[in-house]
């Protein structure tokens, strides 16, 4: 079954930092990957979304995720870390057809942003 | 373009009651589904709804149901309430594989 993993329940970094979180999905190339950013006592927005094809996929708030196969992996990252980028952040695979194809969610990670 | 709208934000009830949550999903989106997030679960899916009828359900007991109406609006309903139904419940809503646009939420507390 299709599935993400995120490796880190917490990553810390200090202010203008690199920003670095890991998602790896299981062995077949879904069609589609997302990230999620939830902020305290609000729903998911939606980061980026990557597509068959694809390799860089550019979201919003200058976060940026780069599509490995060779890795399976989909991390996400952004050059210089804001204050305003602490939140959790979720990986997600939408579940193969037949059938309803529902989001299937890593465990997420906790960004932690320091002065 | 209006997002996703939940109501109630936020709902303390007691164990025993029953609760209904509210979904509007963004205009022309036909699909809604609903998923609870726990500090120890994570997001987990509990159905989804097409023109009305649930195309499927997560794993979660016969006291979680819901349902979607002819303007799509969807509800889900909790009865016999719980401790451990306390959560955040997310409704979203998509007009297909490639995009799912997620409401603000329901916290629920179950005291």
């Known amino acids: 079954a299709q599935s993400v993993t995120q490796l880190g329940s917490h990553v810390s970094v200090s202010e203008g930092a690199l920003v670095l979180l890991r998602c790896n999905y299981s062995s077949s190339v879904p069609p589609y990957l997302f990230w999620y950013v939830q902020y305290p006592n609000q729903g998911l927005q939606l980061l980026l979304k990557y597509t068959t094809g694809a390799t860089l996929v550019k979201g919003i708030n200058g976060f940026e995720a780069e599509f490995k196969k060779s890795e399976t992996s989909f991390h996400l990252t952004k050059p210089s870390a804001h204050m305003s980028d602490a939140a959790e952040y979720f990986c997600?695979?939408?579940?193969?057809?037949?059938?309803?194809?529902?989001?299937?969610f890593g465990t997420g990670t906790r960004l932690l942003v320091s002065p | 373009k209006a997002g996703v709208t939940q109501t109630p934000r936020y709902l303390i009830k007691t164990r025993g009651q029953q609760v209904t949550l509210s979904c509007s999903p963004i205009s022309g989106h036909r699909s809604v589904s609903w998923y609870q997030q726990t500090p120890g679960q994570g997001l987990q899916f509990l159905f989804e709804?097409?023109?009305?009828?649930?195309?499927n359900k997560g794993n979660f007991p016969g006291r979680f149901s819901g349902r979607q109406f002819s303007n799509s609006r969807s509800e889900m309903n909790v009865s016999t309430l719980e401790l451990g139904d306390s959560a955040l419940y997310l409704c979203?809503?998509?007009?297909?594989?490639?995009?799912?646009?997620f409401g603000s939420g329901t916290r629920l507390t179950v005291v």
């Open positions: 997600a695979v939408p579940k193969p057809p037949p059938g309803f194809q529902k989001l299937v």
């Open positions: 979203a809503s998509s007009s297909g594989t490639s995009g799912y646009t």
């Open positions: 709804y097409f023109s009305e009828t649930q195309r």
